[in-house]
């Protein structure tokens, strides 16, 4: 076993608990009786980042030395999608839960790790793969850094409605134009 594959166990498991917390969800929220399309539409968005994380961590195959910080740095974003799976679905919840009321309340939080994490993923990669930070993919997470940002000062459900949509779309473009292949990233 390499040490990119040791580092990898880890990193898979906190993906597939975050992963099982998210789909859960999926089936149980739109059946709620207090539902929130976009509170169930940001679950949606999260399971997929949690796989195209661990389609995104082929990239690291290239680091040659492993050092705890790195290790530590590589682990960040799965810790990442798994408290955000579960301060998007509390593990206490019931058909009664306001949904709205939930996503309104954790909405400051959710976006400040959104914009923490994909800043850790944008210089990790830099850092310990070498991905230029001119690299295209490079405005794509500025775009998407910049709009979560946004989330952080706006209170409005039109505007949390508009941001999910921008950010699903520009998410969806980035994942078409350069990352539909493992390694495209580390490629260059």
């Known amino acids: 076993m390499s040490i990119f594959e040791f580092i990898m166990v880890m990193v898979s498991v906190i993906l597939a608990l975050a992963l099982a917390q998210l789909l859960r969800a999926l089936t149980e929220i ?72 939930h996503f309104a309340k954790i909405a400051r939080s959710f976006y400040l790790i959104l914009v923490l994490t994909m800043a850790v993923a944008t210089l990790s990669t830099w850092v310990y793969i070498g991905a230029p930070l001119l690299h295209p993919y490079r405005a794509f997470q500025a775009t998407l850094i910049g709009l979560l940002s946004i989330g952080l000062f706006v209170s409005s459900r039109k505007a949390h409605a508009r941001i999910l949509i921008i950010y699903v779309s520009v998410l969806l473009t980035s994942q078409l134009v350069i990352r539909m292949n493992l390694g495209a990233l580390a490629a260059g």
């Not at 799976?85 to 709205?100: C, F, G, I, K, Y």
Request: glycine share 2%; aromatic share 20%.
């Open 30 to 101: 739109p059946a709620s009786k207090n539902s929130c399309w976009i509170h169930s539409a940001w679950t949606g968005v999260i399971a997929f980042l949690v796989i195209q994380t661990w389609w995104a961590y082929w990239d690291f195959t290239r680091v040659e030395v492993w050092t705890f910080v790195a290790y530590l740095t590589a682990l960040s974003v799965p810790i990442a999608w798994f408290v955000l799976a579960h301060m998007l679905v509390p593990t206490t919840r019931s058909n009664e839960t306001d949904w709205q009321a």
